[in-house]
């Protein structure tokens, strides 16, 4: 039978013994204190942990680098049955470890989170006789993409030792792991921070157990998911999220100052052609509409915020063309006209007279708009609080650690919605800066 662990790598801990209640509900055979968890609480995370779940399997993370044996010892009598500590740490560090799990009574897991070789490290602390490895990709690597699940393939078939997996699993690459070889499947955010914590711990012991119980299934059963590509999976994230959520994952960078909607309710969610003019020369605006296909965003600066260079003719040729919106740092018109089209416009202003198609400016070069850089197929997102430009080249991490943004959010507002205070939730008072 294939284990599964739920990761609580949440500061609260009050918080982490409810999430961990409703994940138990859900099918979870392990709780792991996650190492945010044991930052912030301590060994009393454990305590109560063991406390509140007799009966579960508590395993530590305490990804120990050094003092191997005190590190095994606080946990084991605190009340794990597991502890974890990396792999990074030197041999010396890892037998010390051994020995005090041995004394204790518990189980050795070594994470081989960030280690170059993993195959030829696993191999080693097999035989340094340590219980369980965990295939391990950090919160941080997952941001850019990258997955346990081709670690494990590798690993899984050279190593005789309990394989734990973990680093952003959901059900369909839980499932996957498993046909892999998978002993345990460890999983964090995507339990944790649902608004159904049960639900989703279910879809996870669904996922692995209807493998688990087909015929014939291993790493050769030939399952297949489908893959989705990395601009769609960008575009289906942020089109779910909204621009505080990225701004957030930005650590505030990006919002551009001074555009806002002209039309609540209308979400651009695109790819840049950038444009820049003069006074309210509009040809190379009108021109760009020419150049764009579905999904691009035509993004202009305009050195006059006082001479519109769009108005009702331009929008219905860029509503035609399947344009996905446009953003001025600068003036439009014809609002009459341009409301009864579907096209989200957002703008620094909006003025009766028009500048002359001359053909001064430039399209698709850098442009500033609204105070930030905007580069040709960079992402822009635009909804009612406002406007970002996401990098394309950081487009992929900001999506994933937007959508981690958002669902913390979702699982907050839920636990408001049942009746807490969001301080109460966040534990304000306590983690304010102490002086
Ligand atoms: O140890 C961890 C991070 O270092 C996490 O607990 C582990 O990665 C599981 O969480 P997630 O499913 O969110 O990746």
């Known amino acids: 039978m294939v284990l599964i662990q739920v990761a609580l790598d949440i500061i609260e801990l009050d918080r982490a013994l409810l999430i961990a209640k409703e994940a138990v509900l859900g099918g979870a055979d392990w709780i792991e204190a996650g190492t945010p968890l044991i930052k912030s609480e301590g060994m009393n995370a454990i305590r109560k942990l063991r406390e509140a779940f007799p009966q579960k399997t508590i395993l530590a ?23 974890a500590i990396l792999a990074r740490a030197d041999d010396v560090v890892i037998s010390e470890a051994l020995r005090s799990a041995k004394k204790y009574g518990v189980r050795l897991m070594v994470d081989l989170i960030s280690i170059d070789e993993p195959e030829a490290r696993a191999q080693e602390l097999v035989a340094l ?71 989703s711990a279910k879809n996870i012991r669904h996922a692995v157990d209807s493998l688990c119980s087909a015929s014939g299934l291993g790493s050769d ?36 100052c001074g555009i806002s909607t002209l039309f609540p309710g209308r979400k651009i969610v695109g790819r840049a052609v950038t444009v820049r003019t003069l006074g309210g020369d509009w040809a190379k605006p009108v021109e760009a509409i020419d150049l764009c296909g579905k999904n691009d965003v035509i993004v202009i600066f305009n050195s006059d915020r006082n001479m519109a260079m769009w108005g009702g003719l ?35 202003n909006v003025v009766p007279n028009a500048g002359d198609p001359k053909g001064l400016g430039e399209i698709n070069c850098e442009i500033t708009c609204g105070g930030q850089i905007v580069n040709p ?28 943004v958002w669902k913390k959010e979702q699982r907050i507002l839920d636990e408001i919605d049942k009746g807490q205070s969001m301080s109460s939730v966040l534990e304000l008072l306590k983690w304010e800066k102490q002086k």
Request: proline fraction near 3%; aromatic fraction near 4%; avoid cysteine.
């Open 221 to 256: 059963s030939g399952v297949s998911f489908s893959q989705k590509s990395q601009e769609e999976e960008i575009f289906d994230i942020f089109r779910r999220v909204s621009s505080p959520n990225i701004s957030d994952a930005m650590h505030r960078k990006g919002a551009m």
């Open 377 to 404: 197929r960079d992402f822009i997102v635009a909804d009612d609080s406002g406007v970002v430009v996401v990098p394309k080249e950081k487009a992929y991490e900001i999506a994933r650690r937007a959508e981690e």
């Open 314 to 348: 331009a929008t219905k040729t860029a509503a035609n063309r399947g344009v996905a919106g446009l953003v001025v740092d600068g003036a439009v018109r014809d609002m009459d006209e341009i409301k009864k089209l579907s096209l989200p416009i957002f703008a620094a």
């Open 61 to 83: 993370d305490m990804k120990t680098m050094d003092a191997g044996a005190i590190e095994v010892e606080m946990a084991a009598k605190s009340g794990a049955d597991v502890v």
């Open 129 to 199: 006789g340590v219980d369980l490895i965990n295939v391990h990709v950090g919160i941080d690597r997952q941001m850019t993409g990258k997955s346990p699940l081709e670690m494990l393939s590798k690993i899984s078939r050279e190593i005789d030792a309990e394989i734990a997996v973990a680093g952003g699993l959901k059900p369909e690459t839980a499932q996957e792991a498993v046909a892999m070889g998978a002993d345990i499947v460890i999983v964090g955010s995507y339990i944790i921070h649902s608004d159904n914590v049960a639900q």
